[in-house]
C-alpha cells in the first residue's frame, strides 16, 4: 500500500533505540471524553458505533493530532474489547459504567459459544479499513499505532464480563486456580486471534504496534510467568516474524515484578511502565537489554498547574534520560481532566526533553 511519506519519525526511531534529538511524546487515550469534539462525535453515535464506522473511527483518532501538534504519535480509535466481540461474545458500552458483557463466560464448558477460529478480515475489517484511511488521512504527520488486548486482559472481561474497575477479579483468577487446562485453551484461543488481528492492522497500515495487559498487575508473579507472560512473548515473536520492521511495545500495567523478565525474554521493543515505579529504577532494572521504555507520570499530575506538571515531568525526564525514552502517562486520560492539561503535558515534554547541549 501507498501512503504520504512520514515527516516526524521522532517516534518509530525511538522505539528502535536510534538516536532522537527530543523525547517523543503521546497520550494513551489521547482521543475520548475529555475533548469536547469527541463528546460531540459521541452524542450522535454510541461508543462501539463510533468504532465500527471507519470514517468516524478516523476522525476521532486525528481530533488529539489536530489540537495538539506537539504530538508525535497517533493511535487508531478502538477498543481491545472488539476482540470478545469478534469471538461472538456481546459487548454493550454503558455510559457512565463502562463495559458490560450480557452473557460472560460463567463455565468452561461456556467456551463453546466462542467463535473459533475467527477470519479477522471479515469480522475486524472495520478496524483496518480505519486504519488505511487515518494513514492517508495523517499525511504523514506522526506515525499510527495500531494496538490490541492481551490474552489474560481479554480473558478477565470475557469472565467478568465488565465492571472489572474496582472489582477483584475473583472469576476470572479461579478459572486460572480451578480450570487450568480450560483457561490455557482460553488463552490459546484468544492469543491466535490478536497475532491475526495485529497482522492484519500492520497490513492495513499501522507503524507500530501497542499490546495492552492493563490487569497484568492483578496477578501474583506466579500467575503472571504462568498465563500472561508465555503468551506475551509469542505474540510479539509471531508478529515480529511477519513484520520485522514494525516496532512493538507492551503496556503489562501494574507488572512491575515482570519489568526485569519482559526485557530479558521478550523481542518487544518497548516496555511501558506505570507511575508505581521509579523511572532510575526501571532504567537500572532493564538497561542491559537495550529496551526503549514508555510512561510513566501519574494521571493525577494533569489536574494540577502547569508549574507542578513542569516539575514533575523534569524528574520523570531526568530520571529515564533523552534516548530509548517515550513519555506518555503512566495511563490513560480521563474523562474529567482539563484539554489544557494534555497540552501542558506535551508542553513541558518539549521543554525538558531536549539533549543538553
Ligand atoms: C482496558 C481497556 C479497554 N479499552 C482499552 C483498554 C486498554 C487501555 C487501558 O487500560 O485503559 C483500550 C482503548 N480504549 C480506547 C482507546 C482509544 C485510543 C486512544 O488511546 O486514544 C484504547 C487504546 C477508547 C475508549 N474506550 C472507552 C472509551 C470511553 C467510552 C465512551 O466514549 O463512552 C474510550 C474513549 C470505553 C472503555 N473501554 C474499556 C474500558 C474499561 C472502558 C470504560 C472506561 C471509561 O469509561 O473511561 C476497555
Keep these: 500500500m501507498e501512503f504520504p511519506k512520514l515527516t516526524n519519525d521522532l517516534f518509530i ?3 528502535k533505540g536510534e538516536l ?13 471524553r475529555y475533548l469536547p469534539e469527541f463528546k460531540e462525535v459521541r452524542a450522535d453515535t454510541d461508543f462501539f458505533g463510533v468504532c465500527k464506522t471507519p470514517e468516524l473511527a478516523c476522525k476521532v483518532t486525528l481530533q488529539p493530532i489536530d489540537r495538539y501538534p506537539g504530538l508525535d504519535a497517533s493511535i487508531i480509535f478502538s477498543d481491545i474489547l472488539v476482540v470478545p466481540q469478534a469471538m461472538g461474545l456481546e459487548v454493550q458500552m454503558i455510559p457512565g459504567k463502562g463495559p458490560h458483557f450480557p452473557q460472560p463466560l460463567k463455565t468452561p464448558e461456556e467456551m463453546s459459544r466462542l467463535i473459533y ?14 486504519i488505511t484511511l487515518t494513514r492517508h488521512r495523517l499525511g504523514g504527520r506522526v506515525p499510527l499505532i495500531g494496538f490490541t488486548g492481551a490474552p489474560w486482559t481479554l480473558m478477565a472481561y470475557c469472565i467478568e464480563g465488565g465492571g472489572i474497575s474496582g472489582g477483584n ?24 486471534v490478536c497475532i491475526d488481528y495485529l497482522v492484519g492492522q500492520i497490513e492495513a497500515g499501522a507503524q507500530a504496534i501497542q499490546v495492552f495487559d492493563s490487569w497484568a498487575g492483578e496477578l501474583s508473579p506466579h500467575l503472571f510467568y504462568e498465563f500472561a507472560q508465555p503468551y506475551l512473548l509469542e505474540i510479539a515473536e509471531k508478529v515480529r516474524a511477519k513484520h520485522p520492521n514494525i516496532p512493538l511495545i507492551l503496556f503489562a500495567k501494574g507488572a512491575n515484578h515482570a519489568l526485569e523478565s519482559l526485557a530479558a525474554n521478550s523481542v518487544y521493543d518497548v516496555l511501558g511502565i506505570d507511575w508505581t515505579i521509579d523511572p532510575t529504577q526501571a532504567r537500572l532494572i532493564t538497561e542491559k537489554y537495550k529496551k526503549t521504555l514508555q510512561g510513566n507520570l501519574d494521571p493525577a499530575v494533569l489536574y494540577c498547574p502547569k508549574e507542578i506538571v513542569d516539575e514533575q515531568v523534569e524528574k520523570m525526564i531526568q530520571g529515564f534520560g533523552i534516548q530509548r525514552y517515550i513519555a506518555n502517562l ?17 508542553n513541558s515534554i518539549h521543554k525538558f526533553g531536549k539533549e543538553k547541549k
Aim: glycine content about 6%; some cysteine.
Design 13 to 15: 526511531r525511538s522505539c
Design 20 to 32: 532522537v534529538e527530543r523525547v517523543p511524546v503521546w497520550i494513551m487515550r489521547q482521543a475520548g
Design 117 to 130: 477460529p475467527v477470519d479477522v478480515h471479515s469480522s475486524l475489517k472495520y478496524v483496518f479499513e480505519a
Design 169 to 192: 477479579l475473583n472469576a476470572a483468577k479461579g478459572w486460572l486456580y480451578n480450570h487450568k487446562e480450560a483457561s490455557h485453551k482460553l488463552l490459546r484461543m484468544l492469543t491466535d
Design 330 to 346: 503512566g495511563h490513560g486520560m480521563q474523562p474529567q481532566h482539563n484539554p489544557d492539561s494534555a497540552n501542558n503535558f506535551i
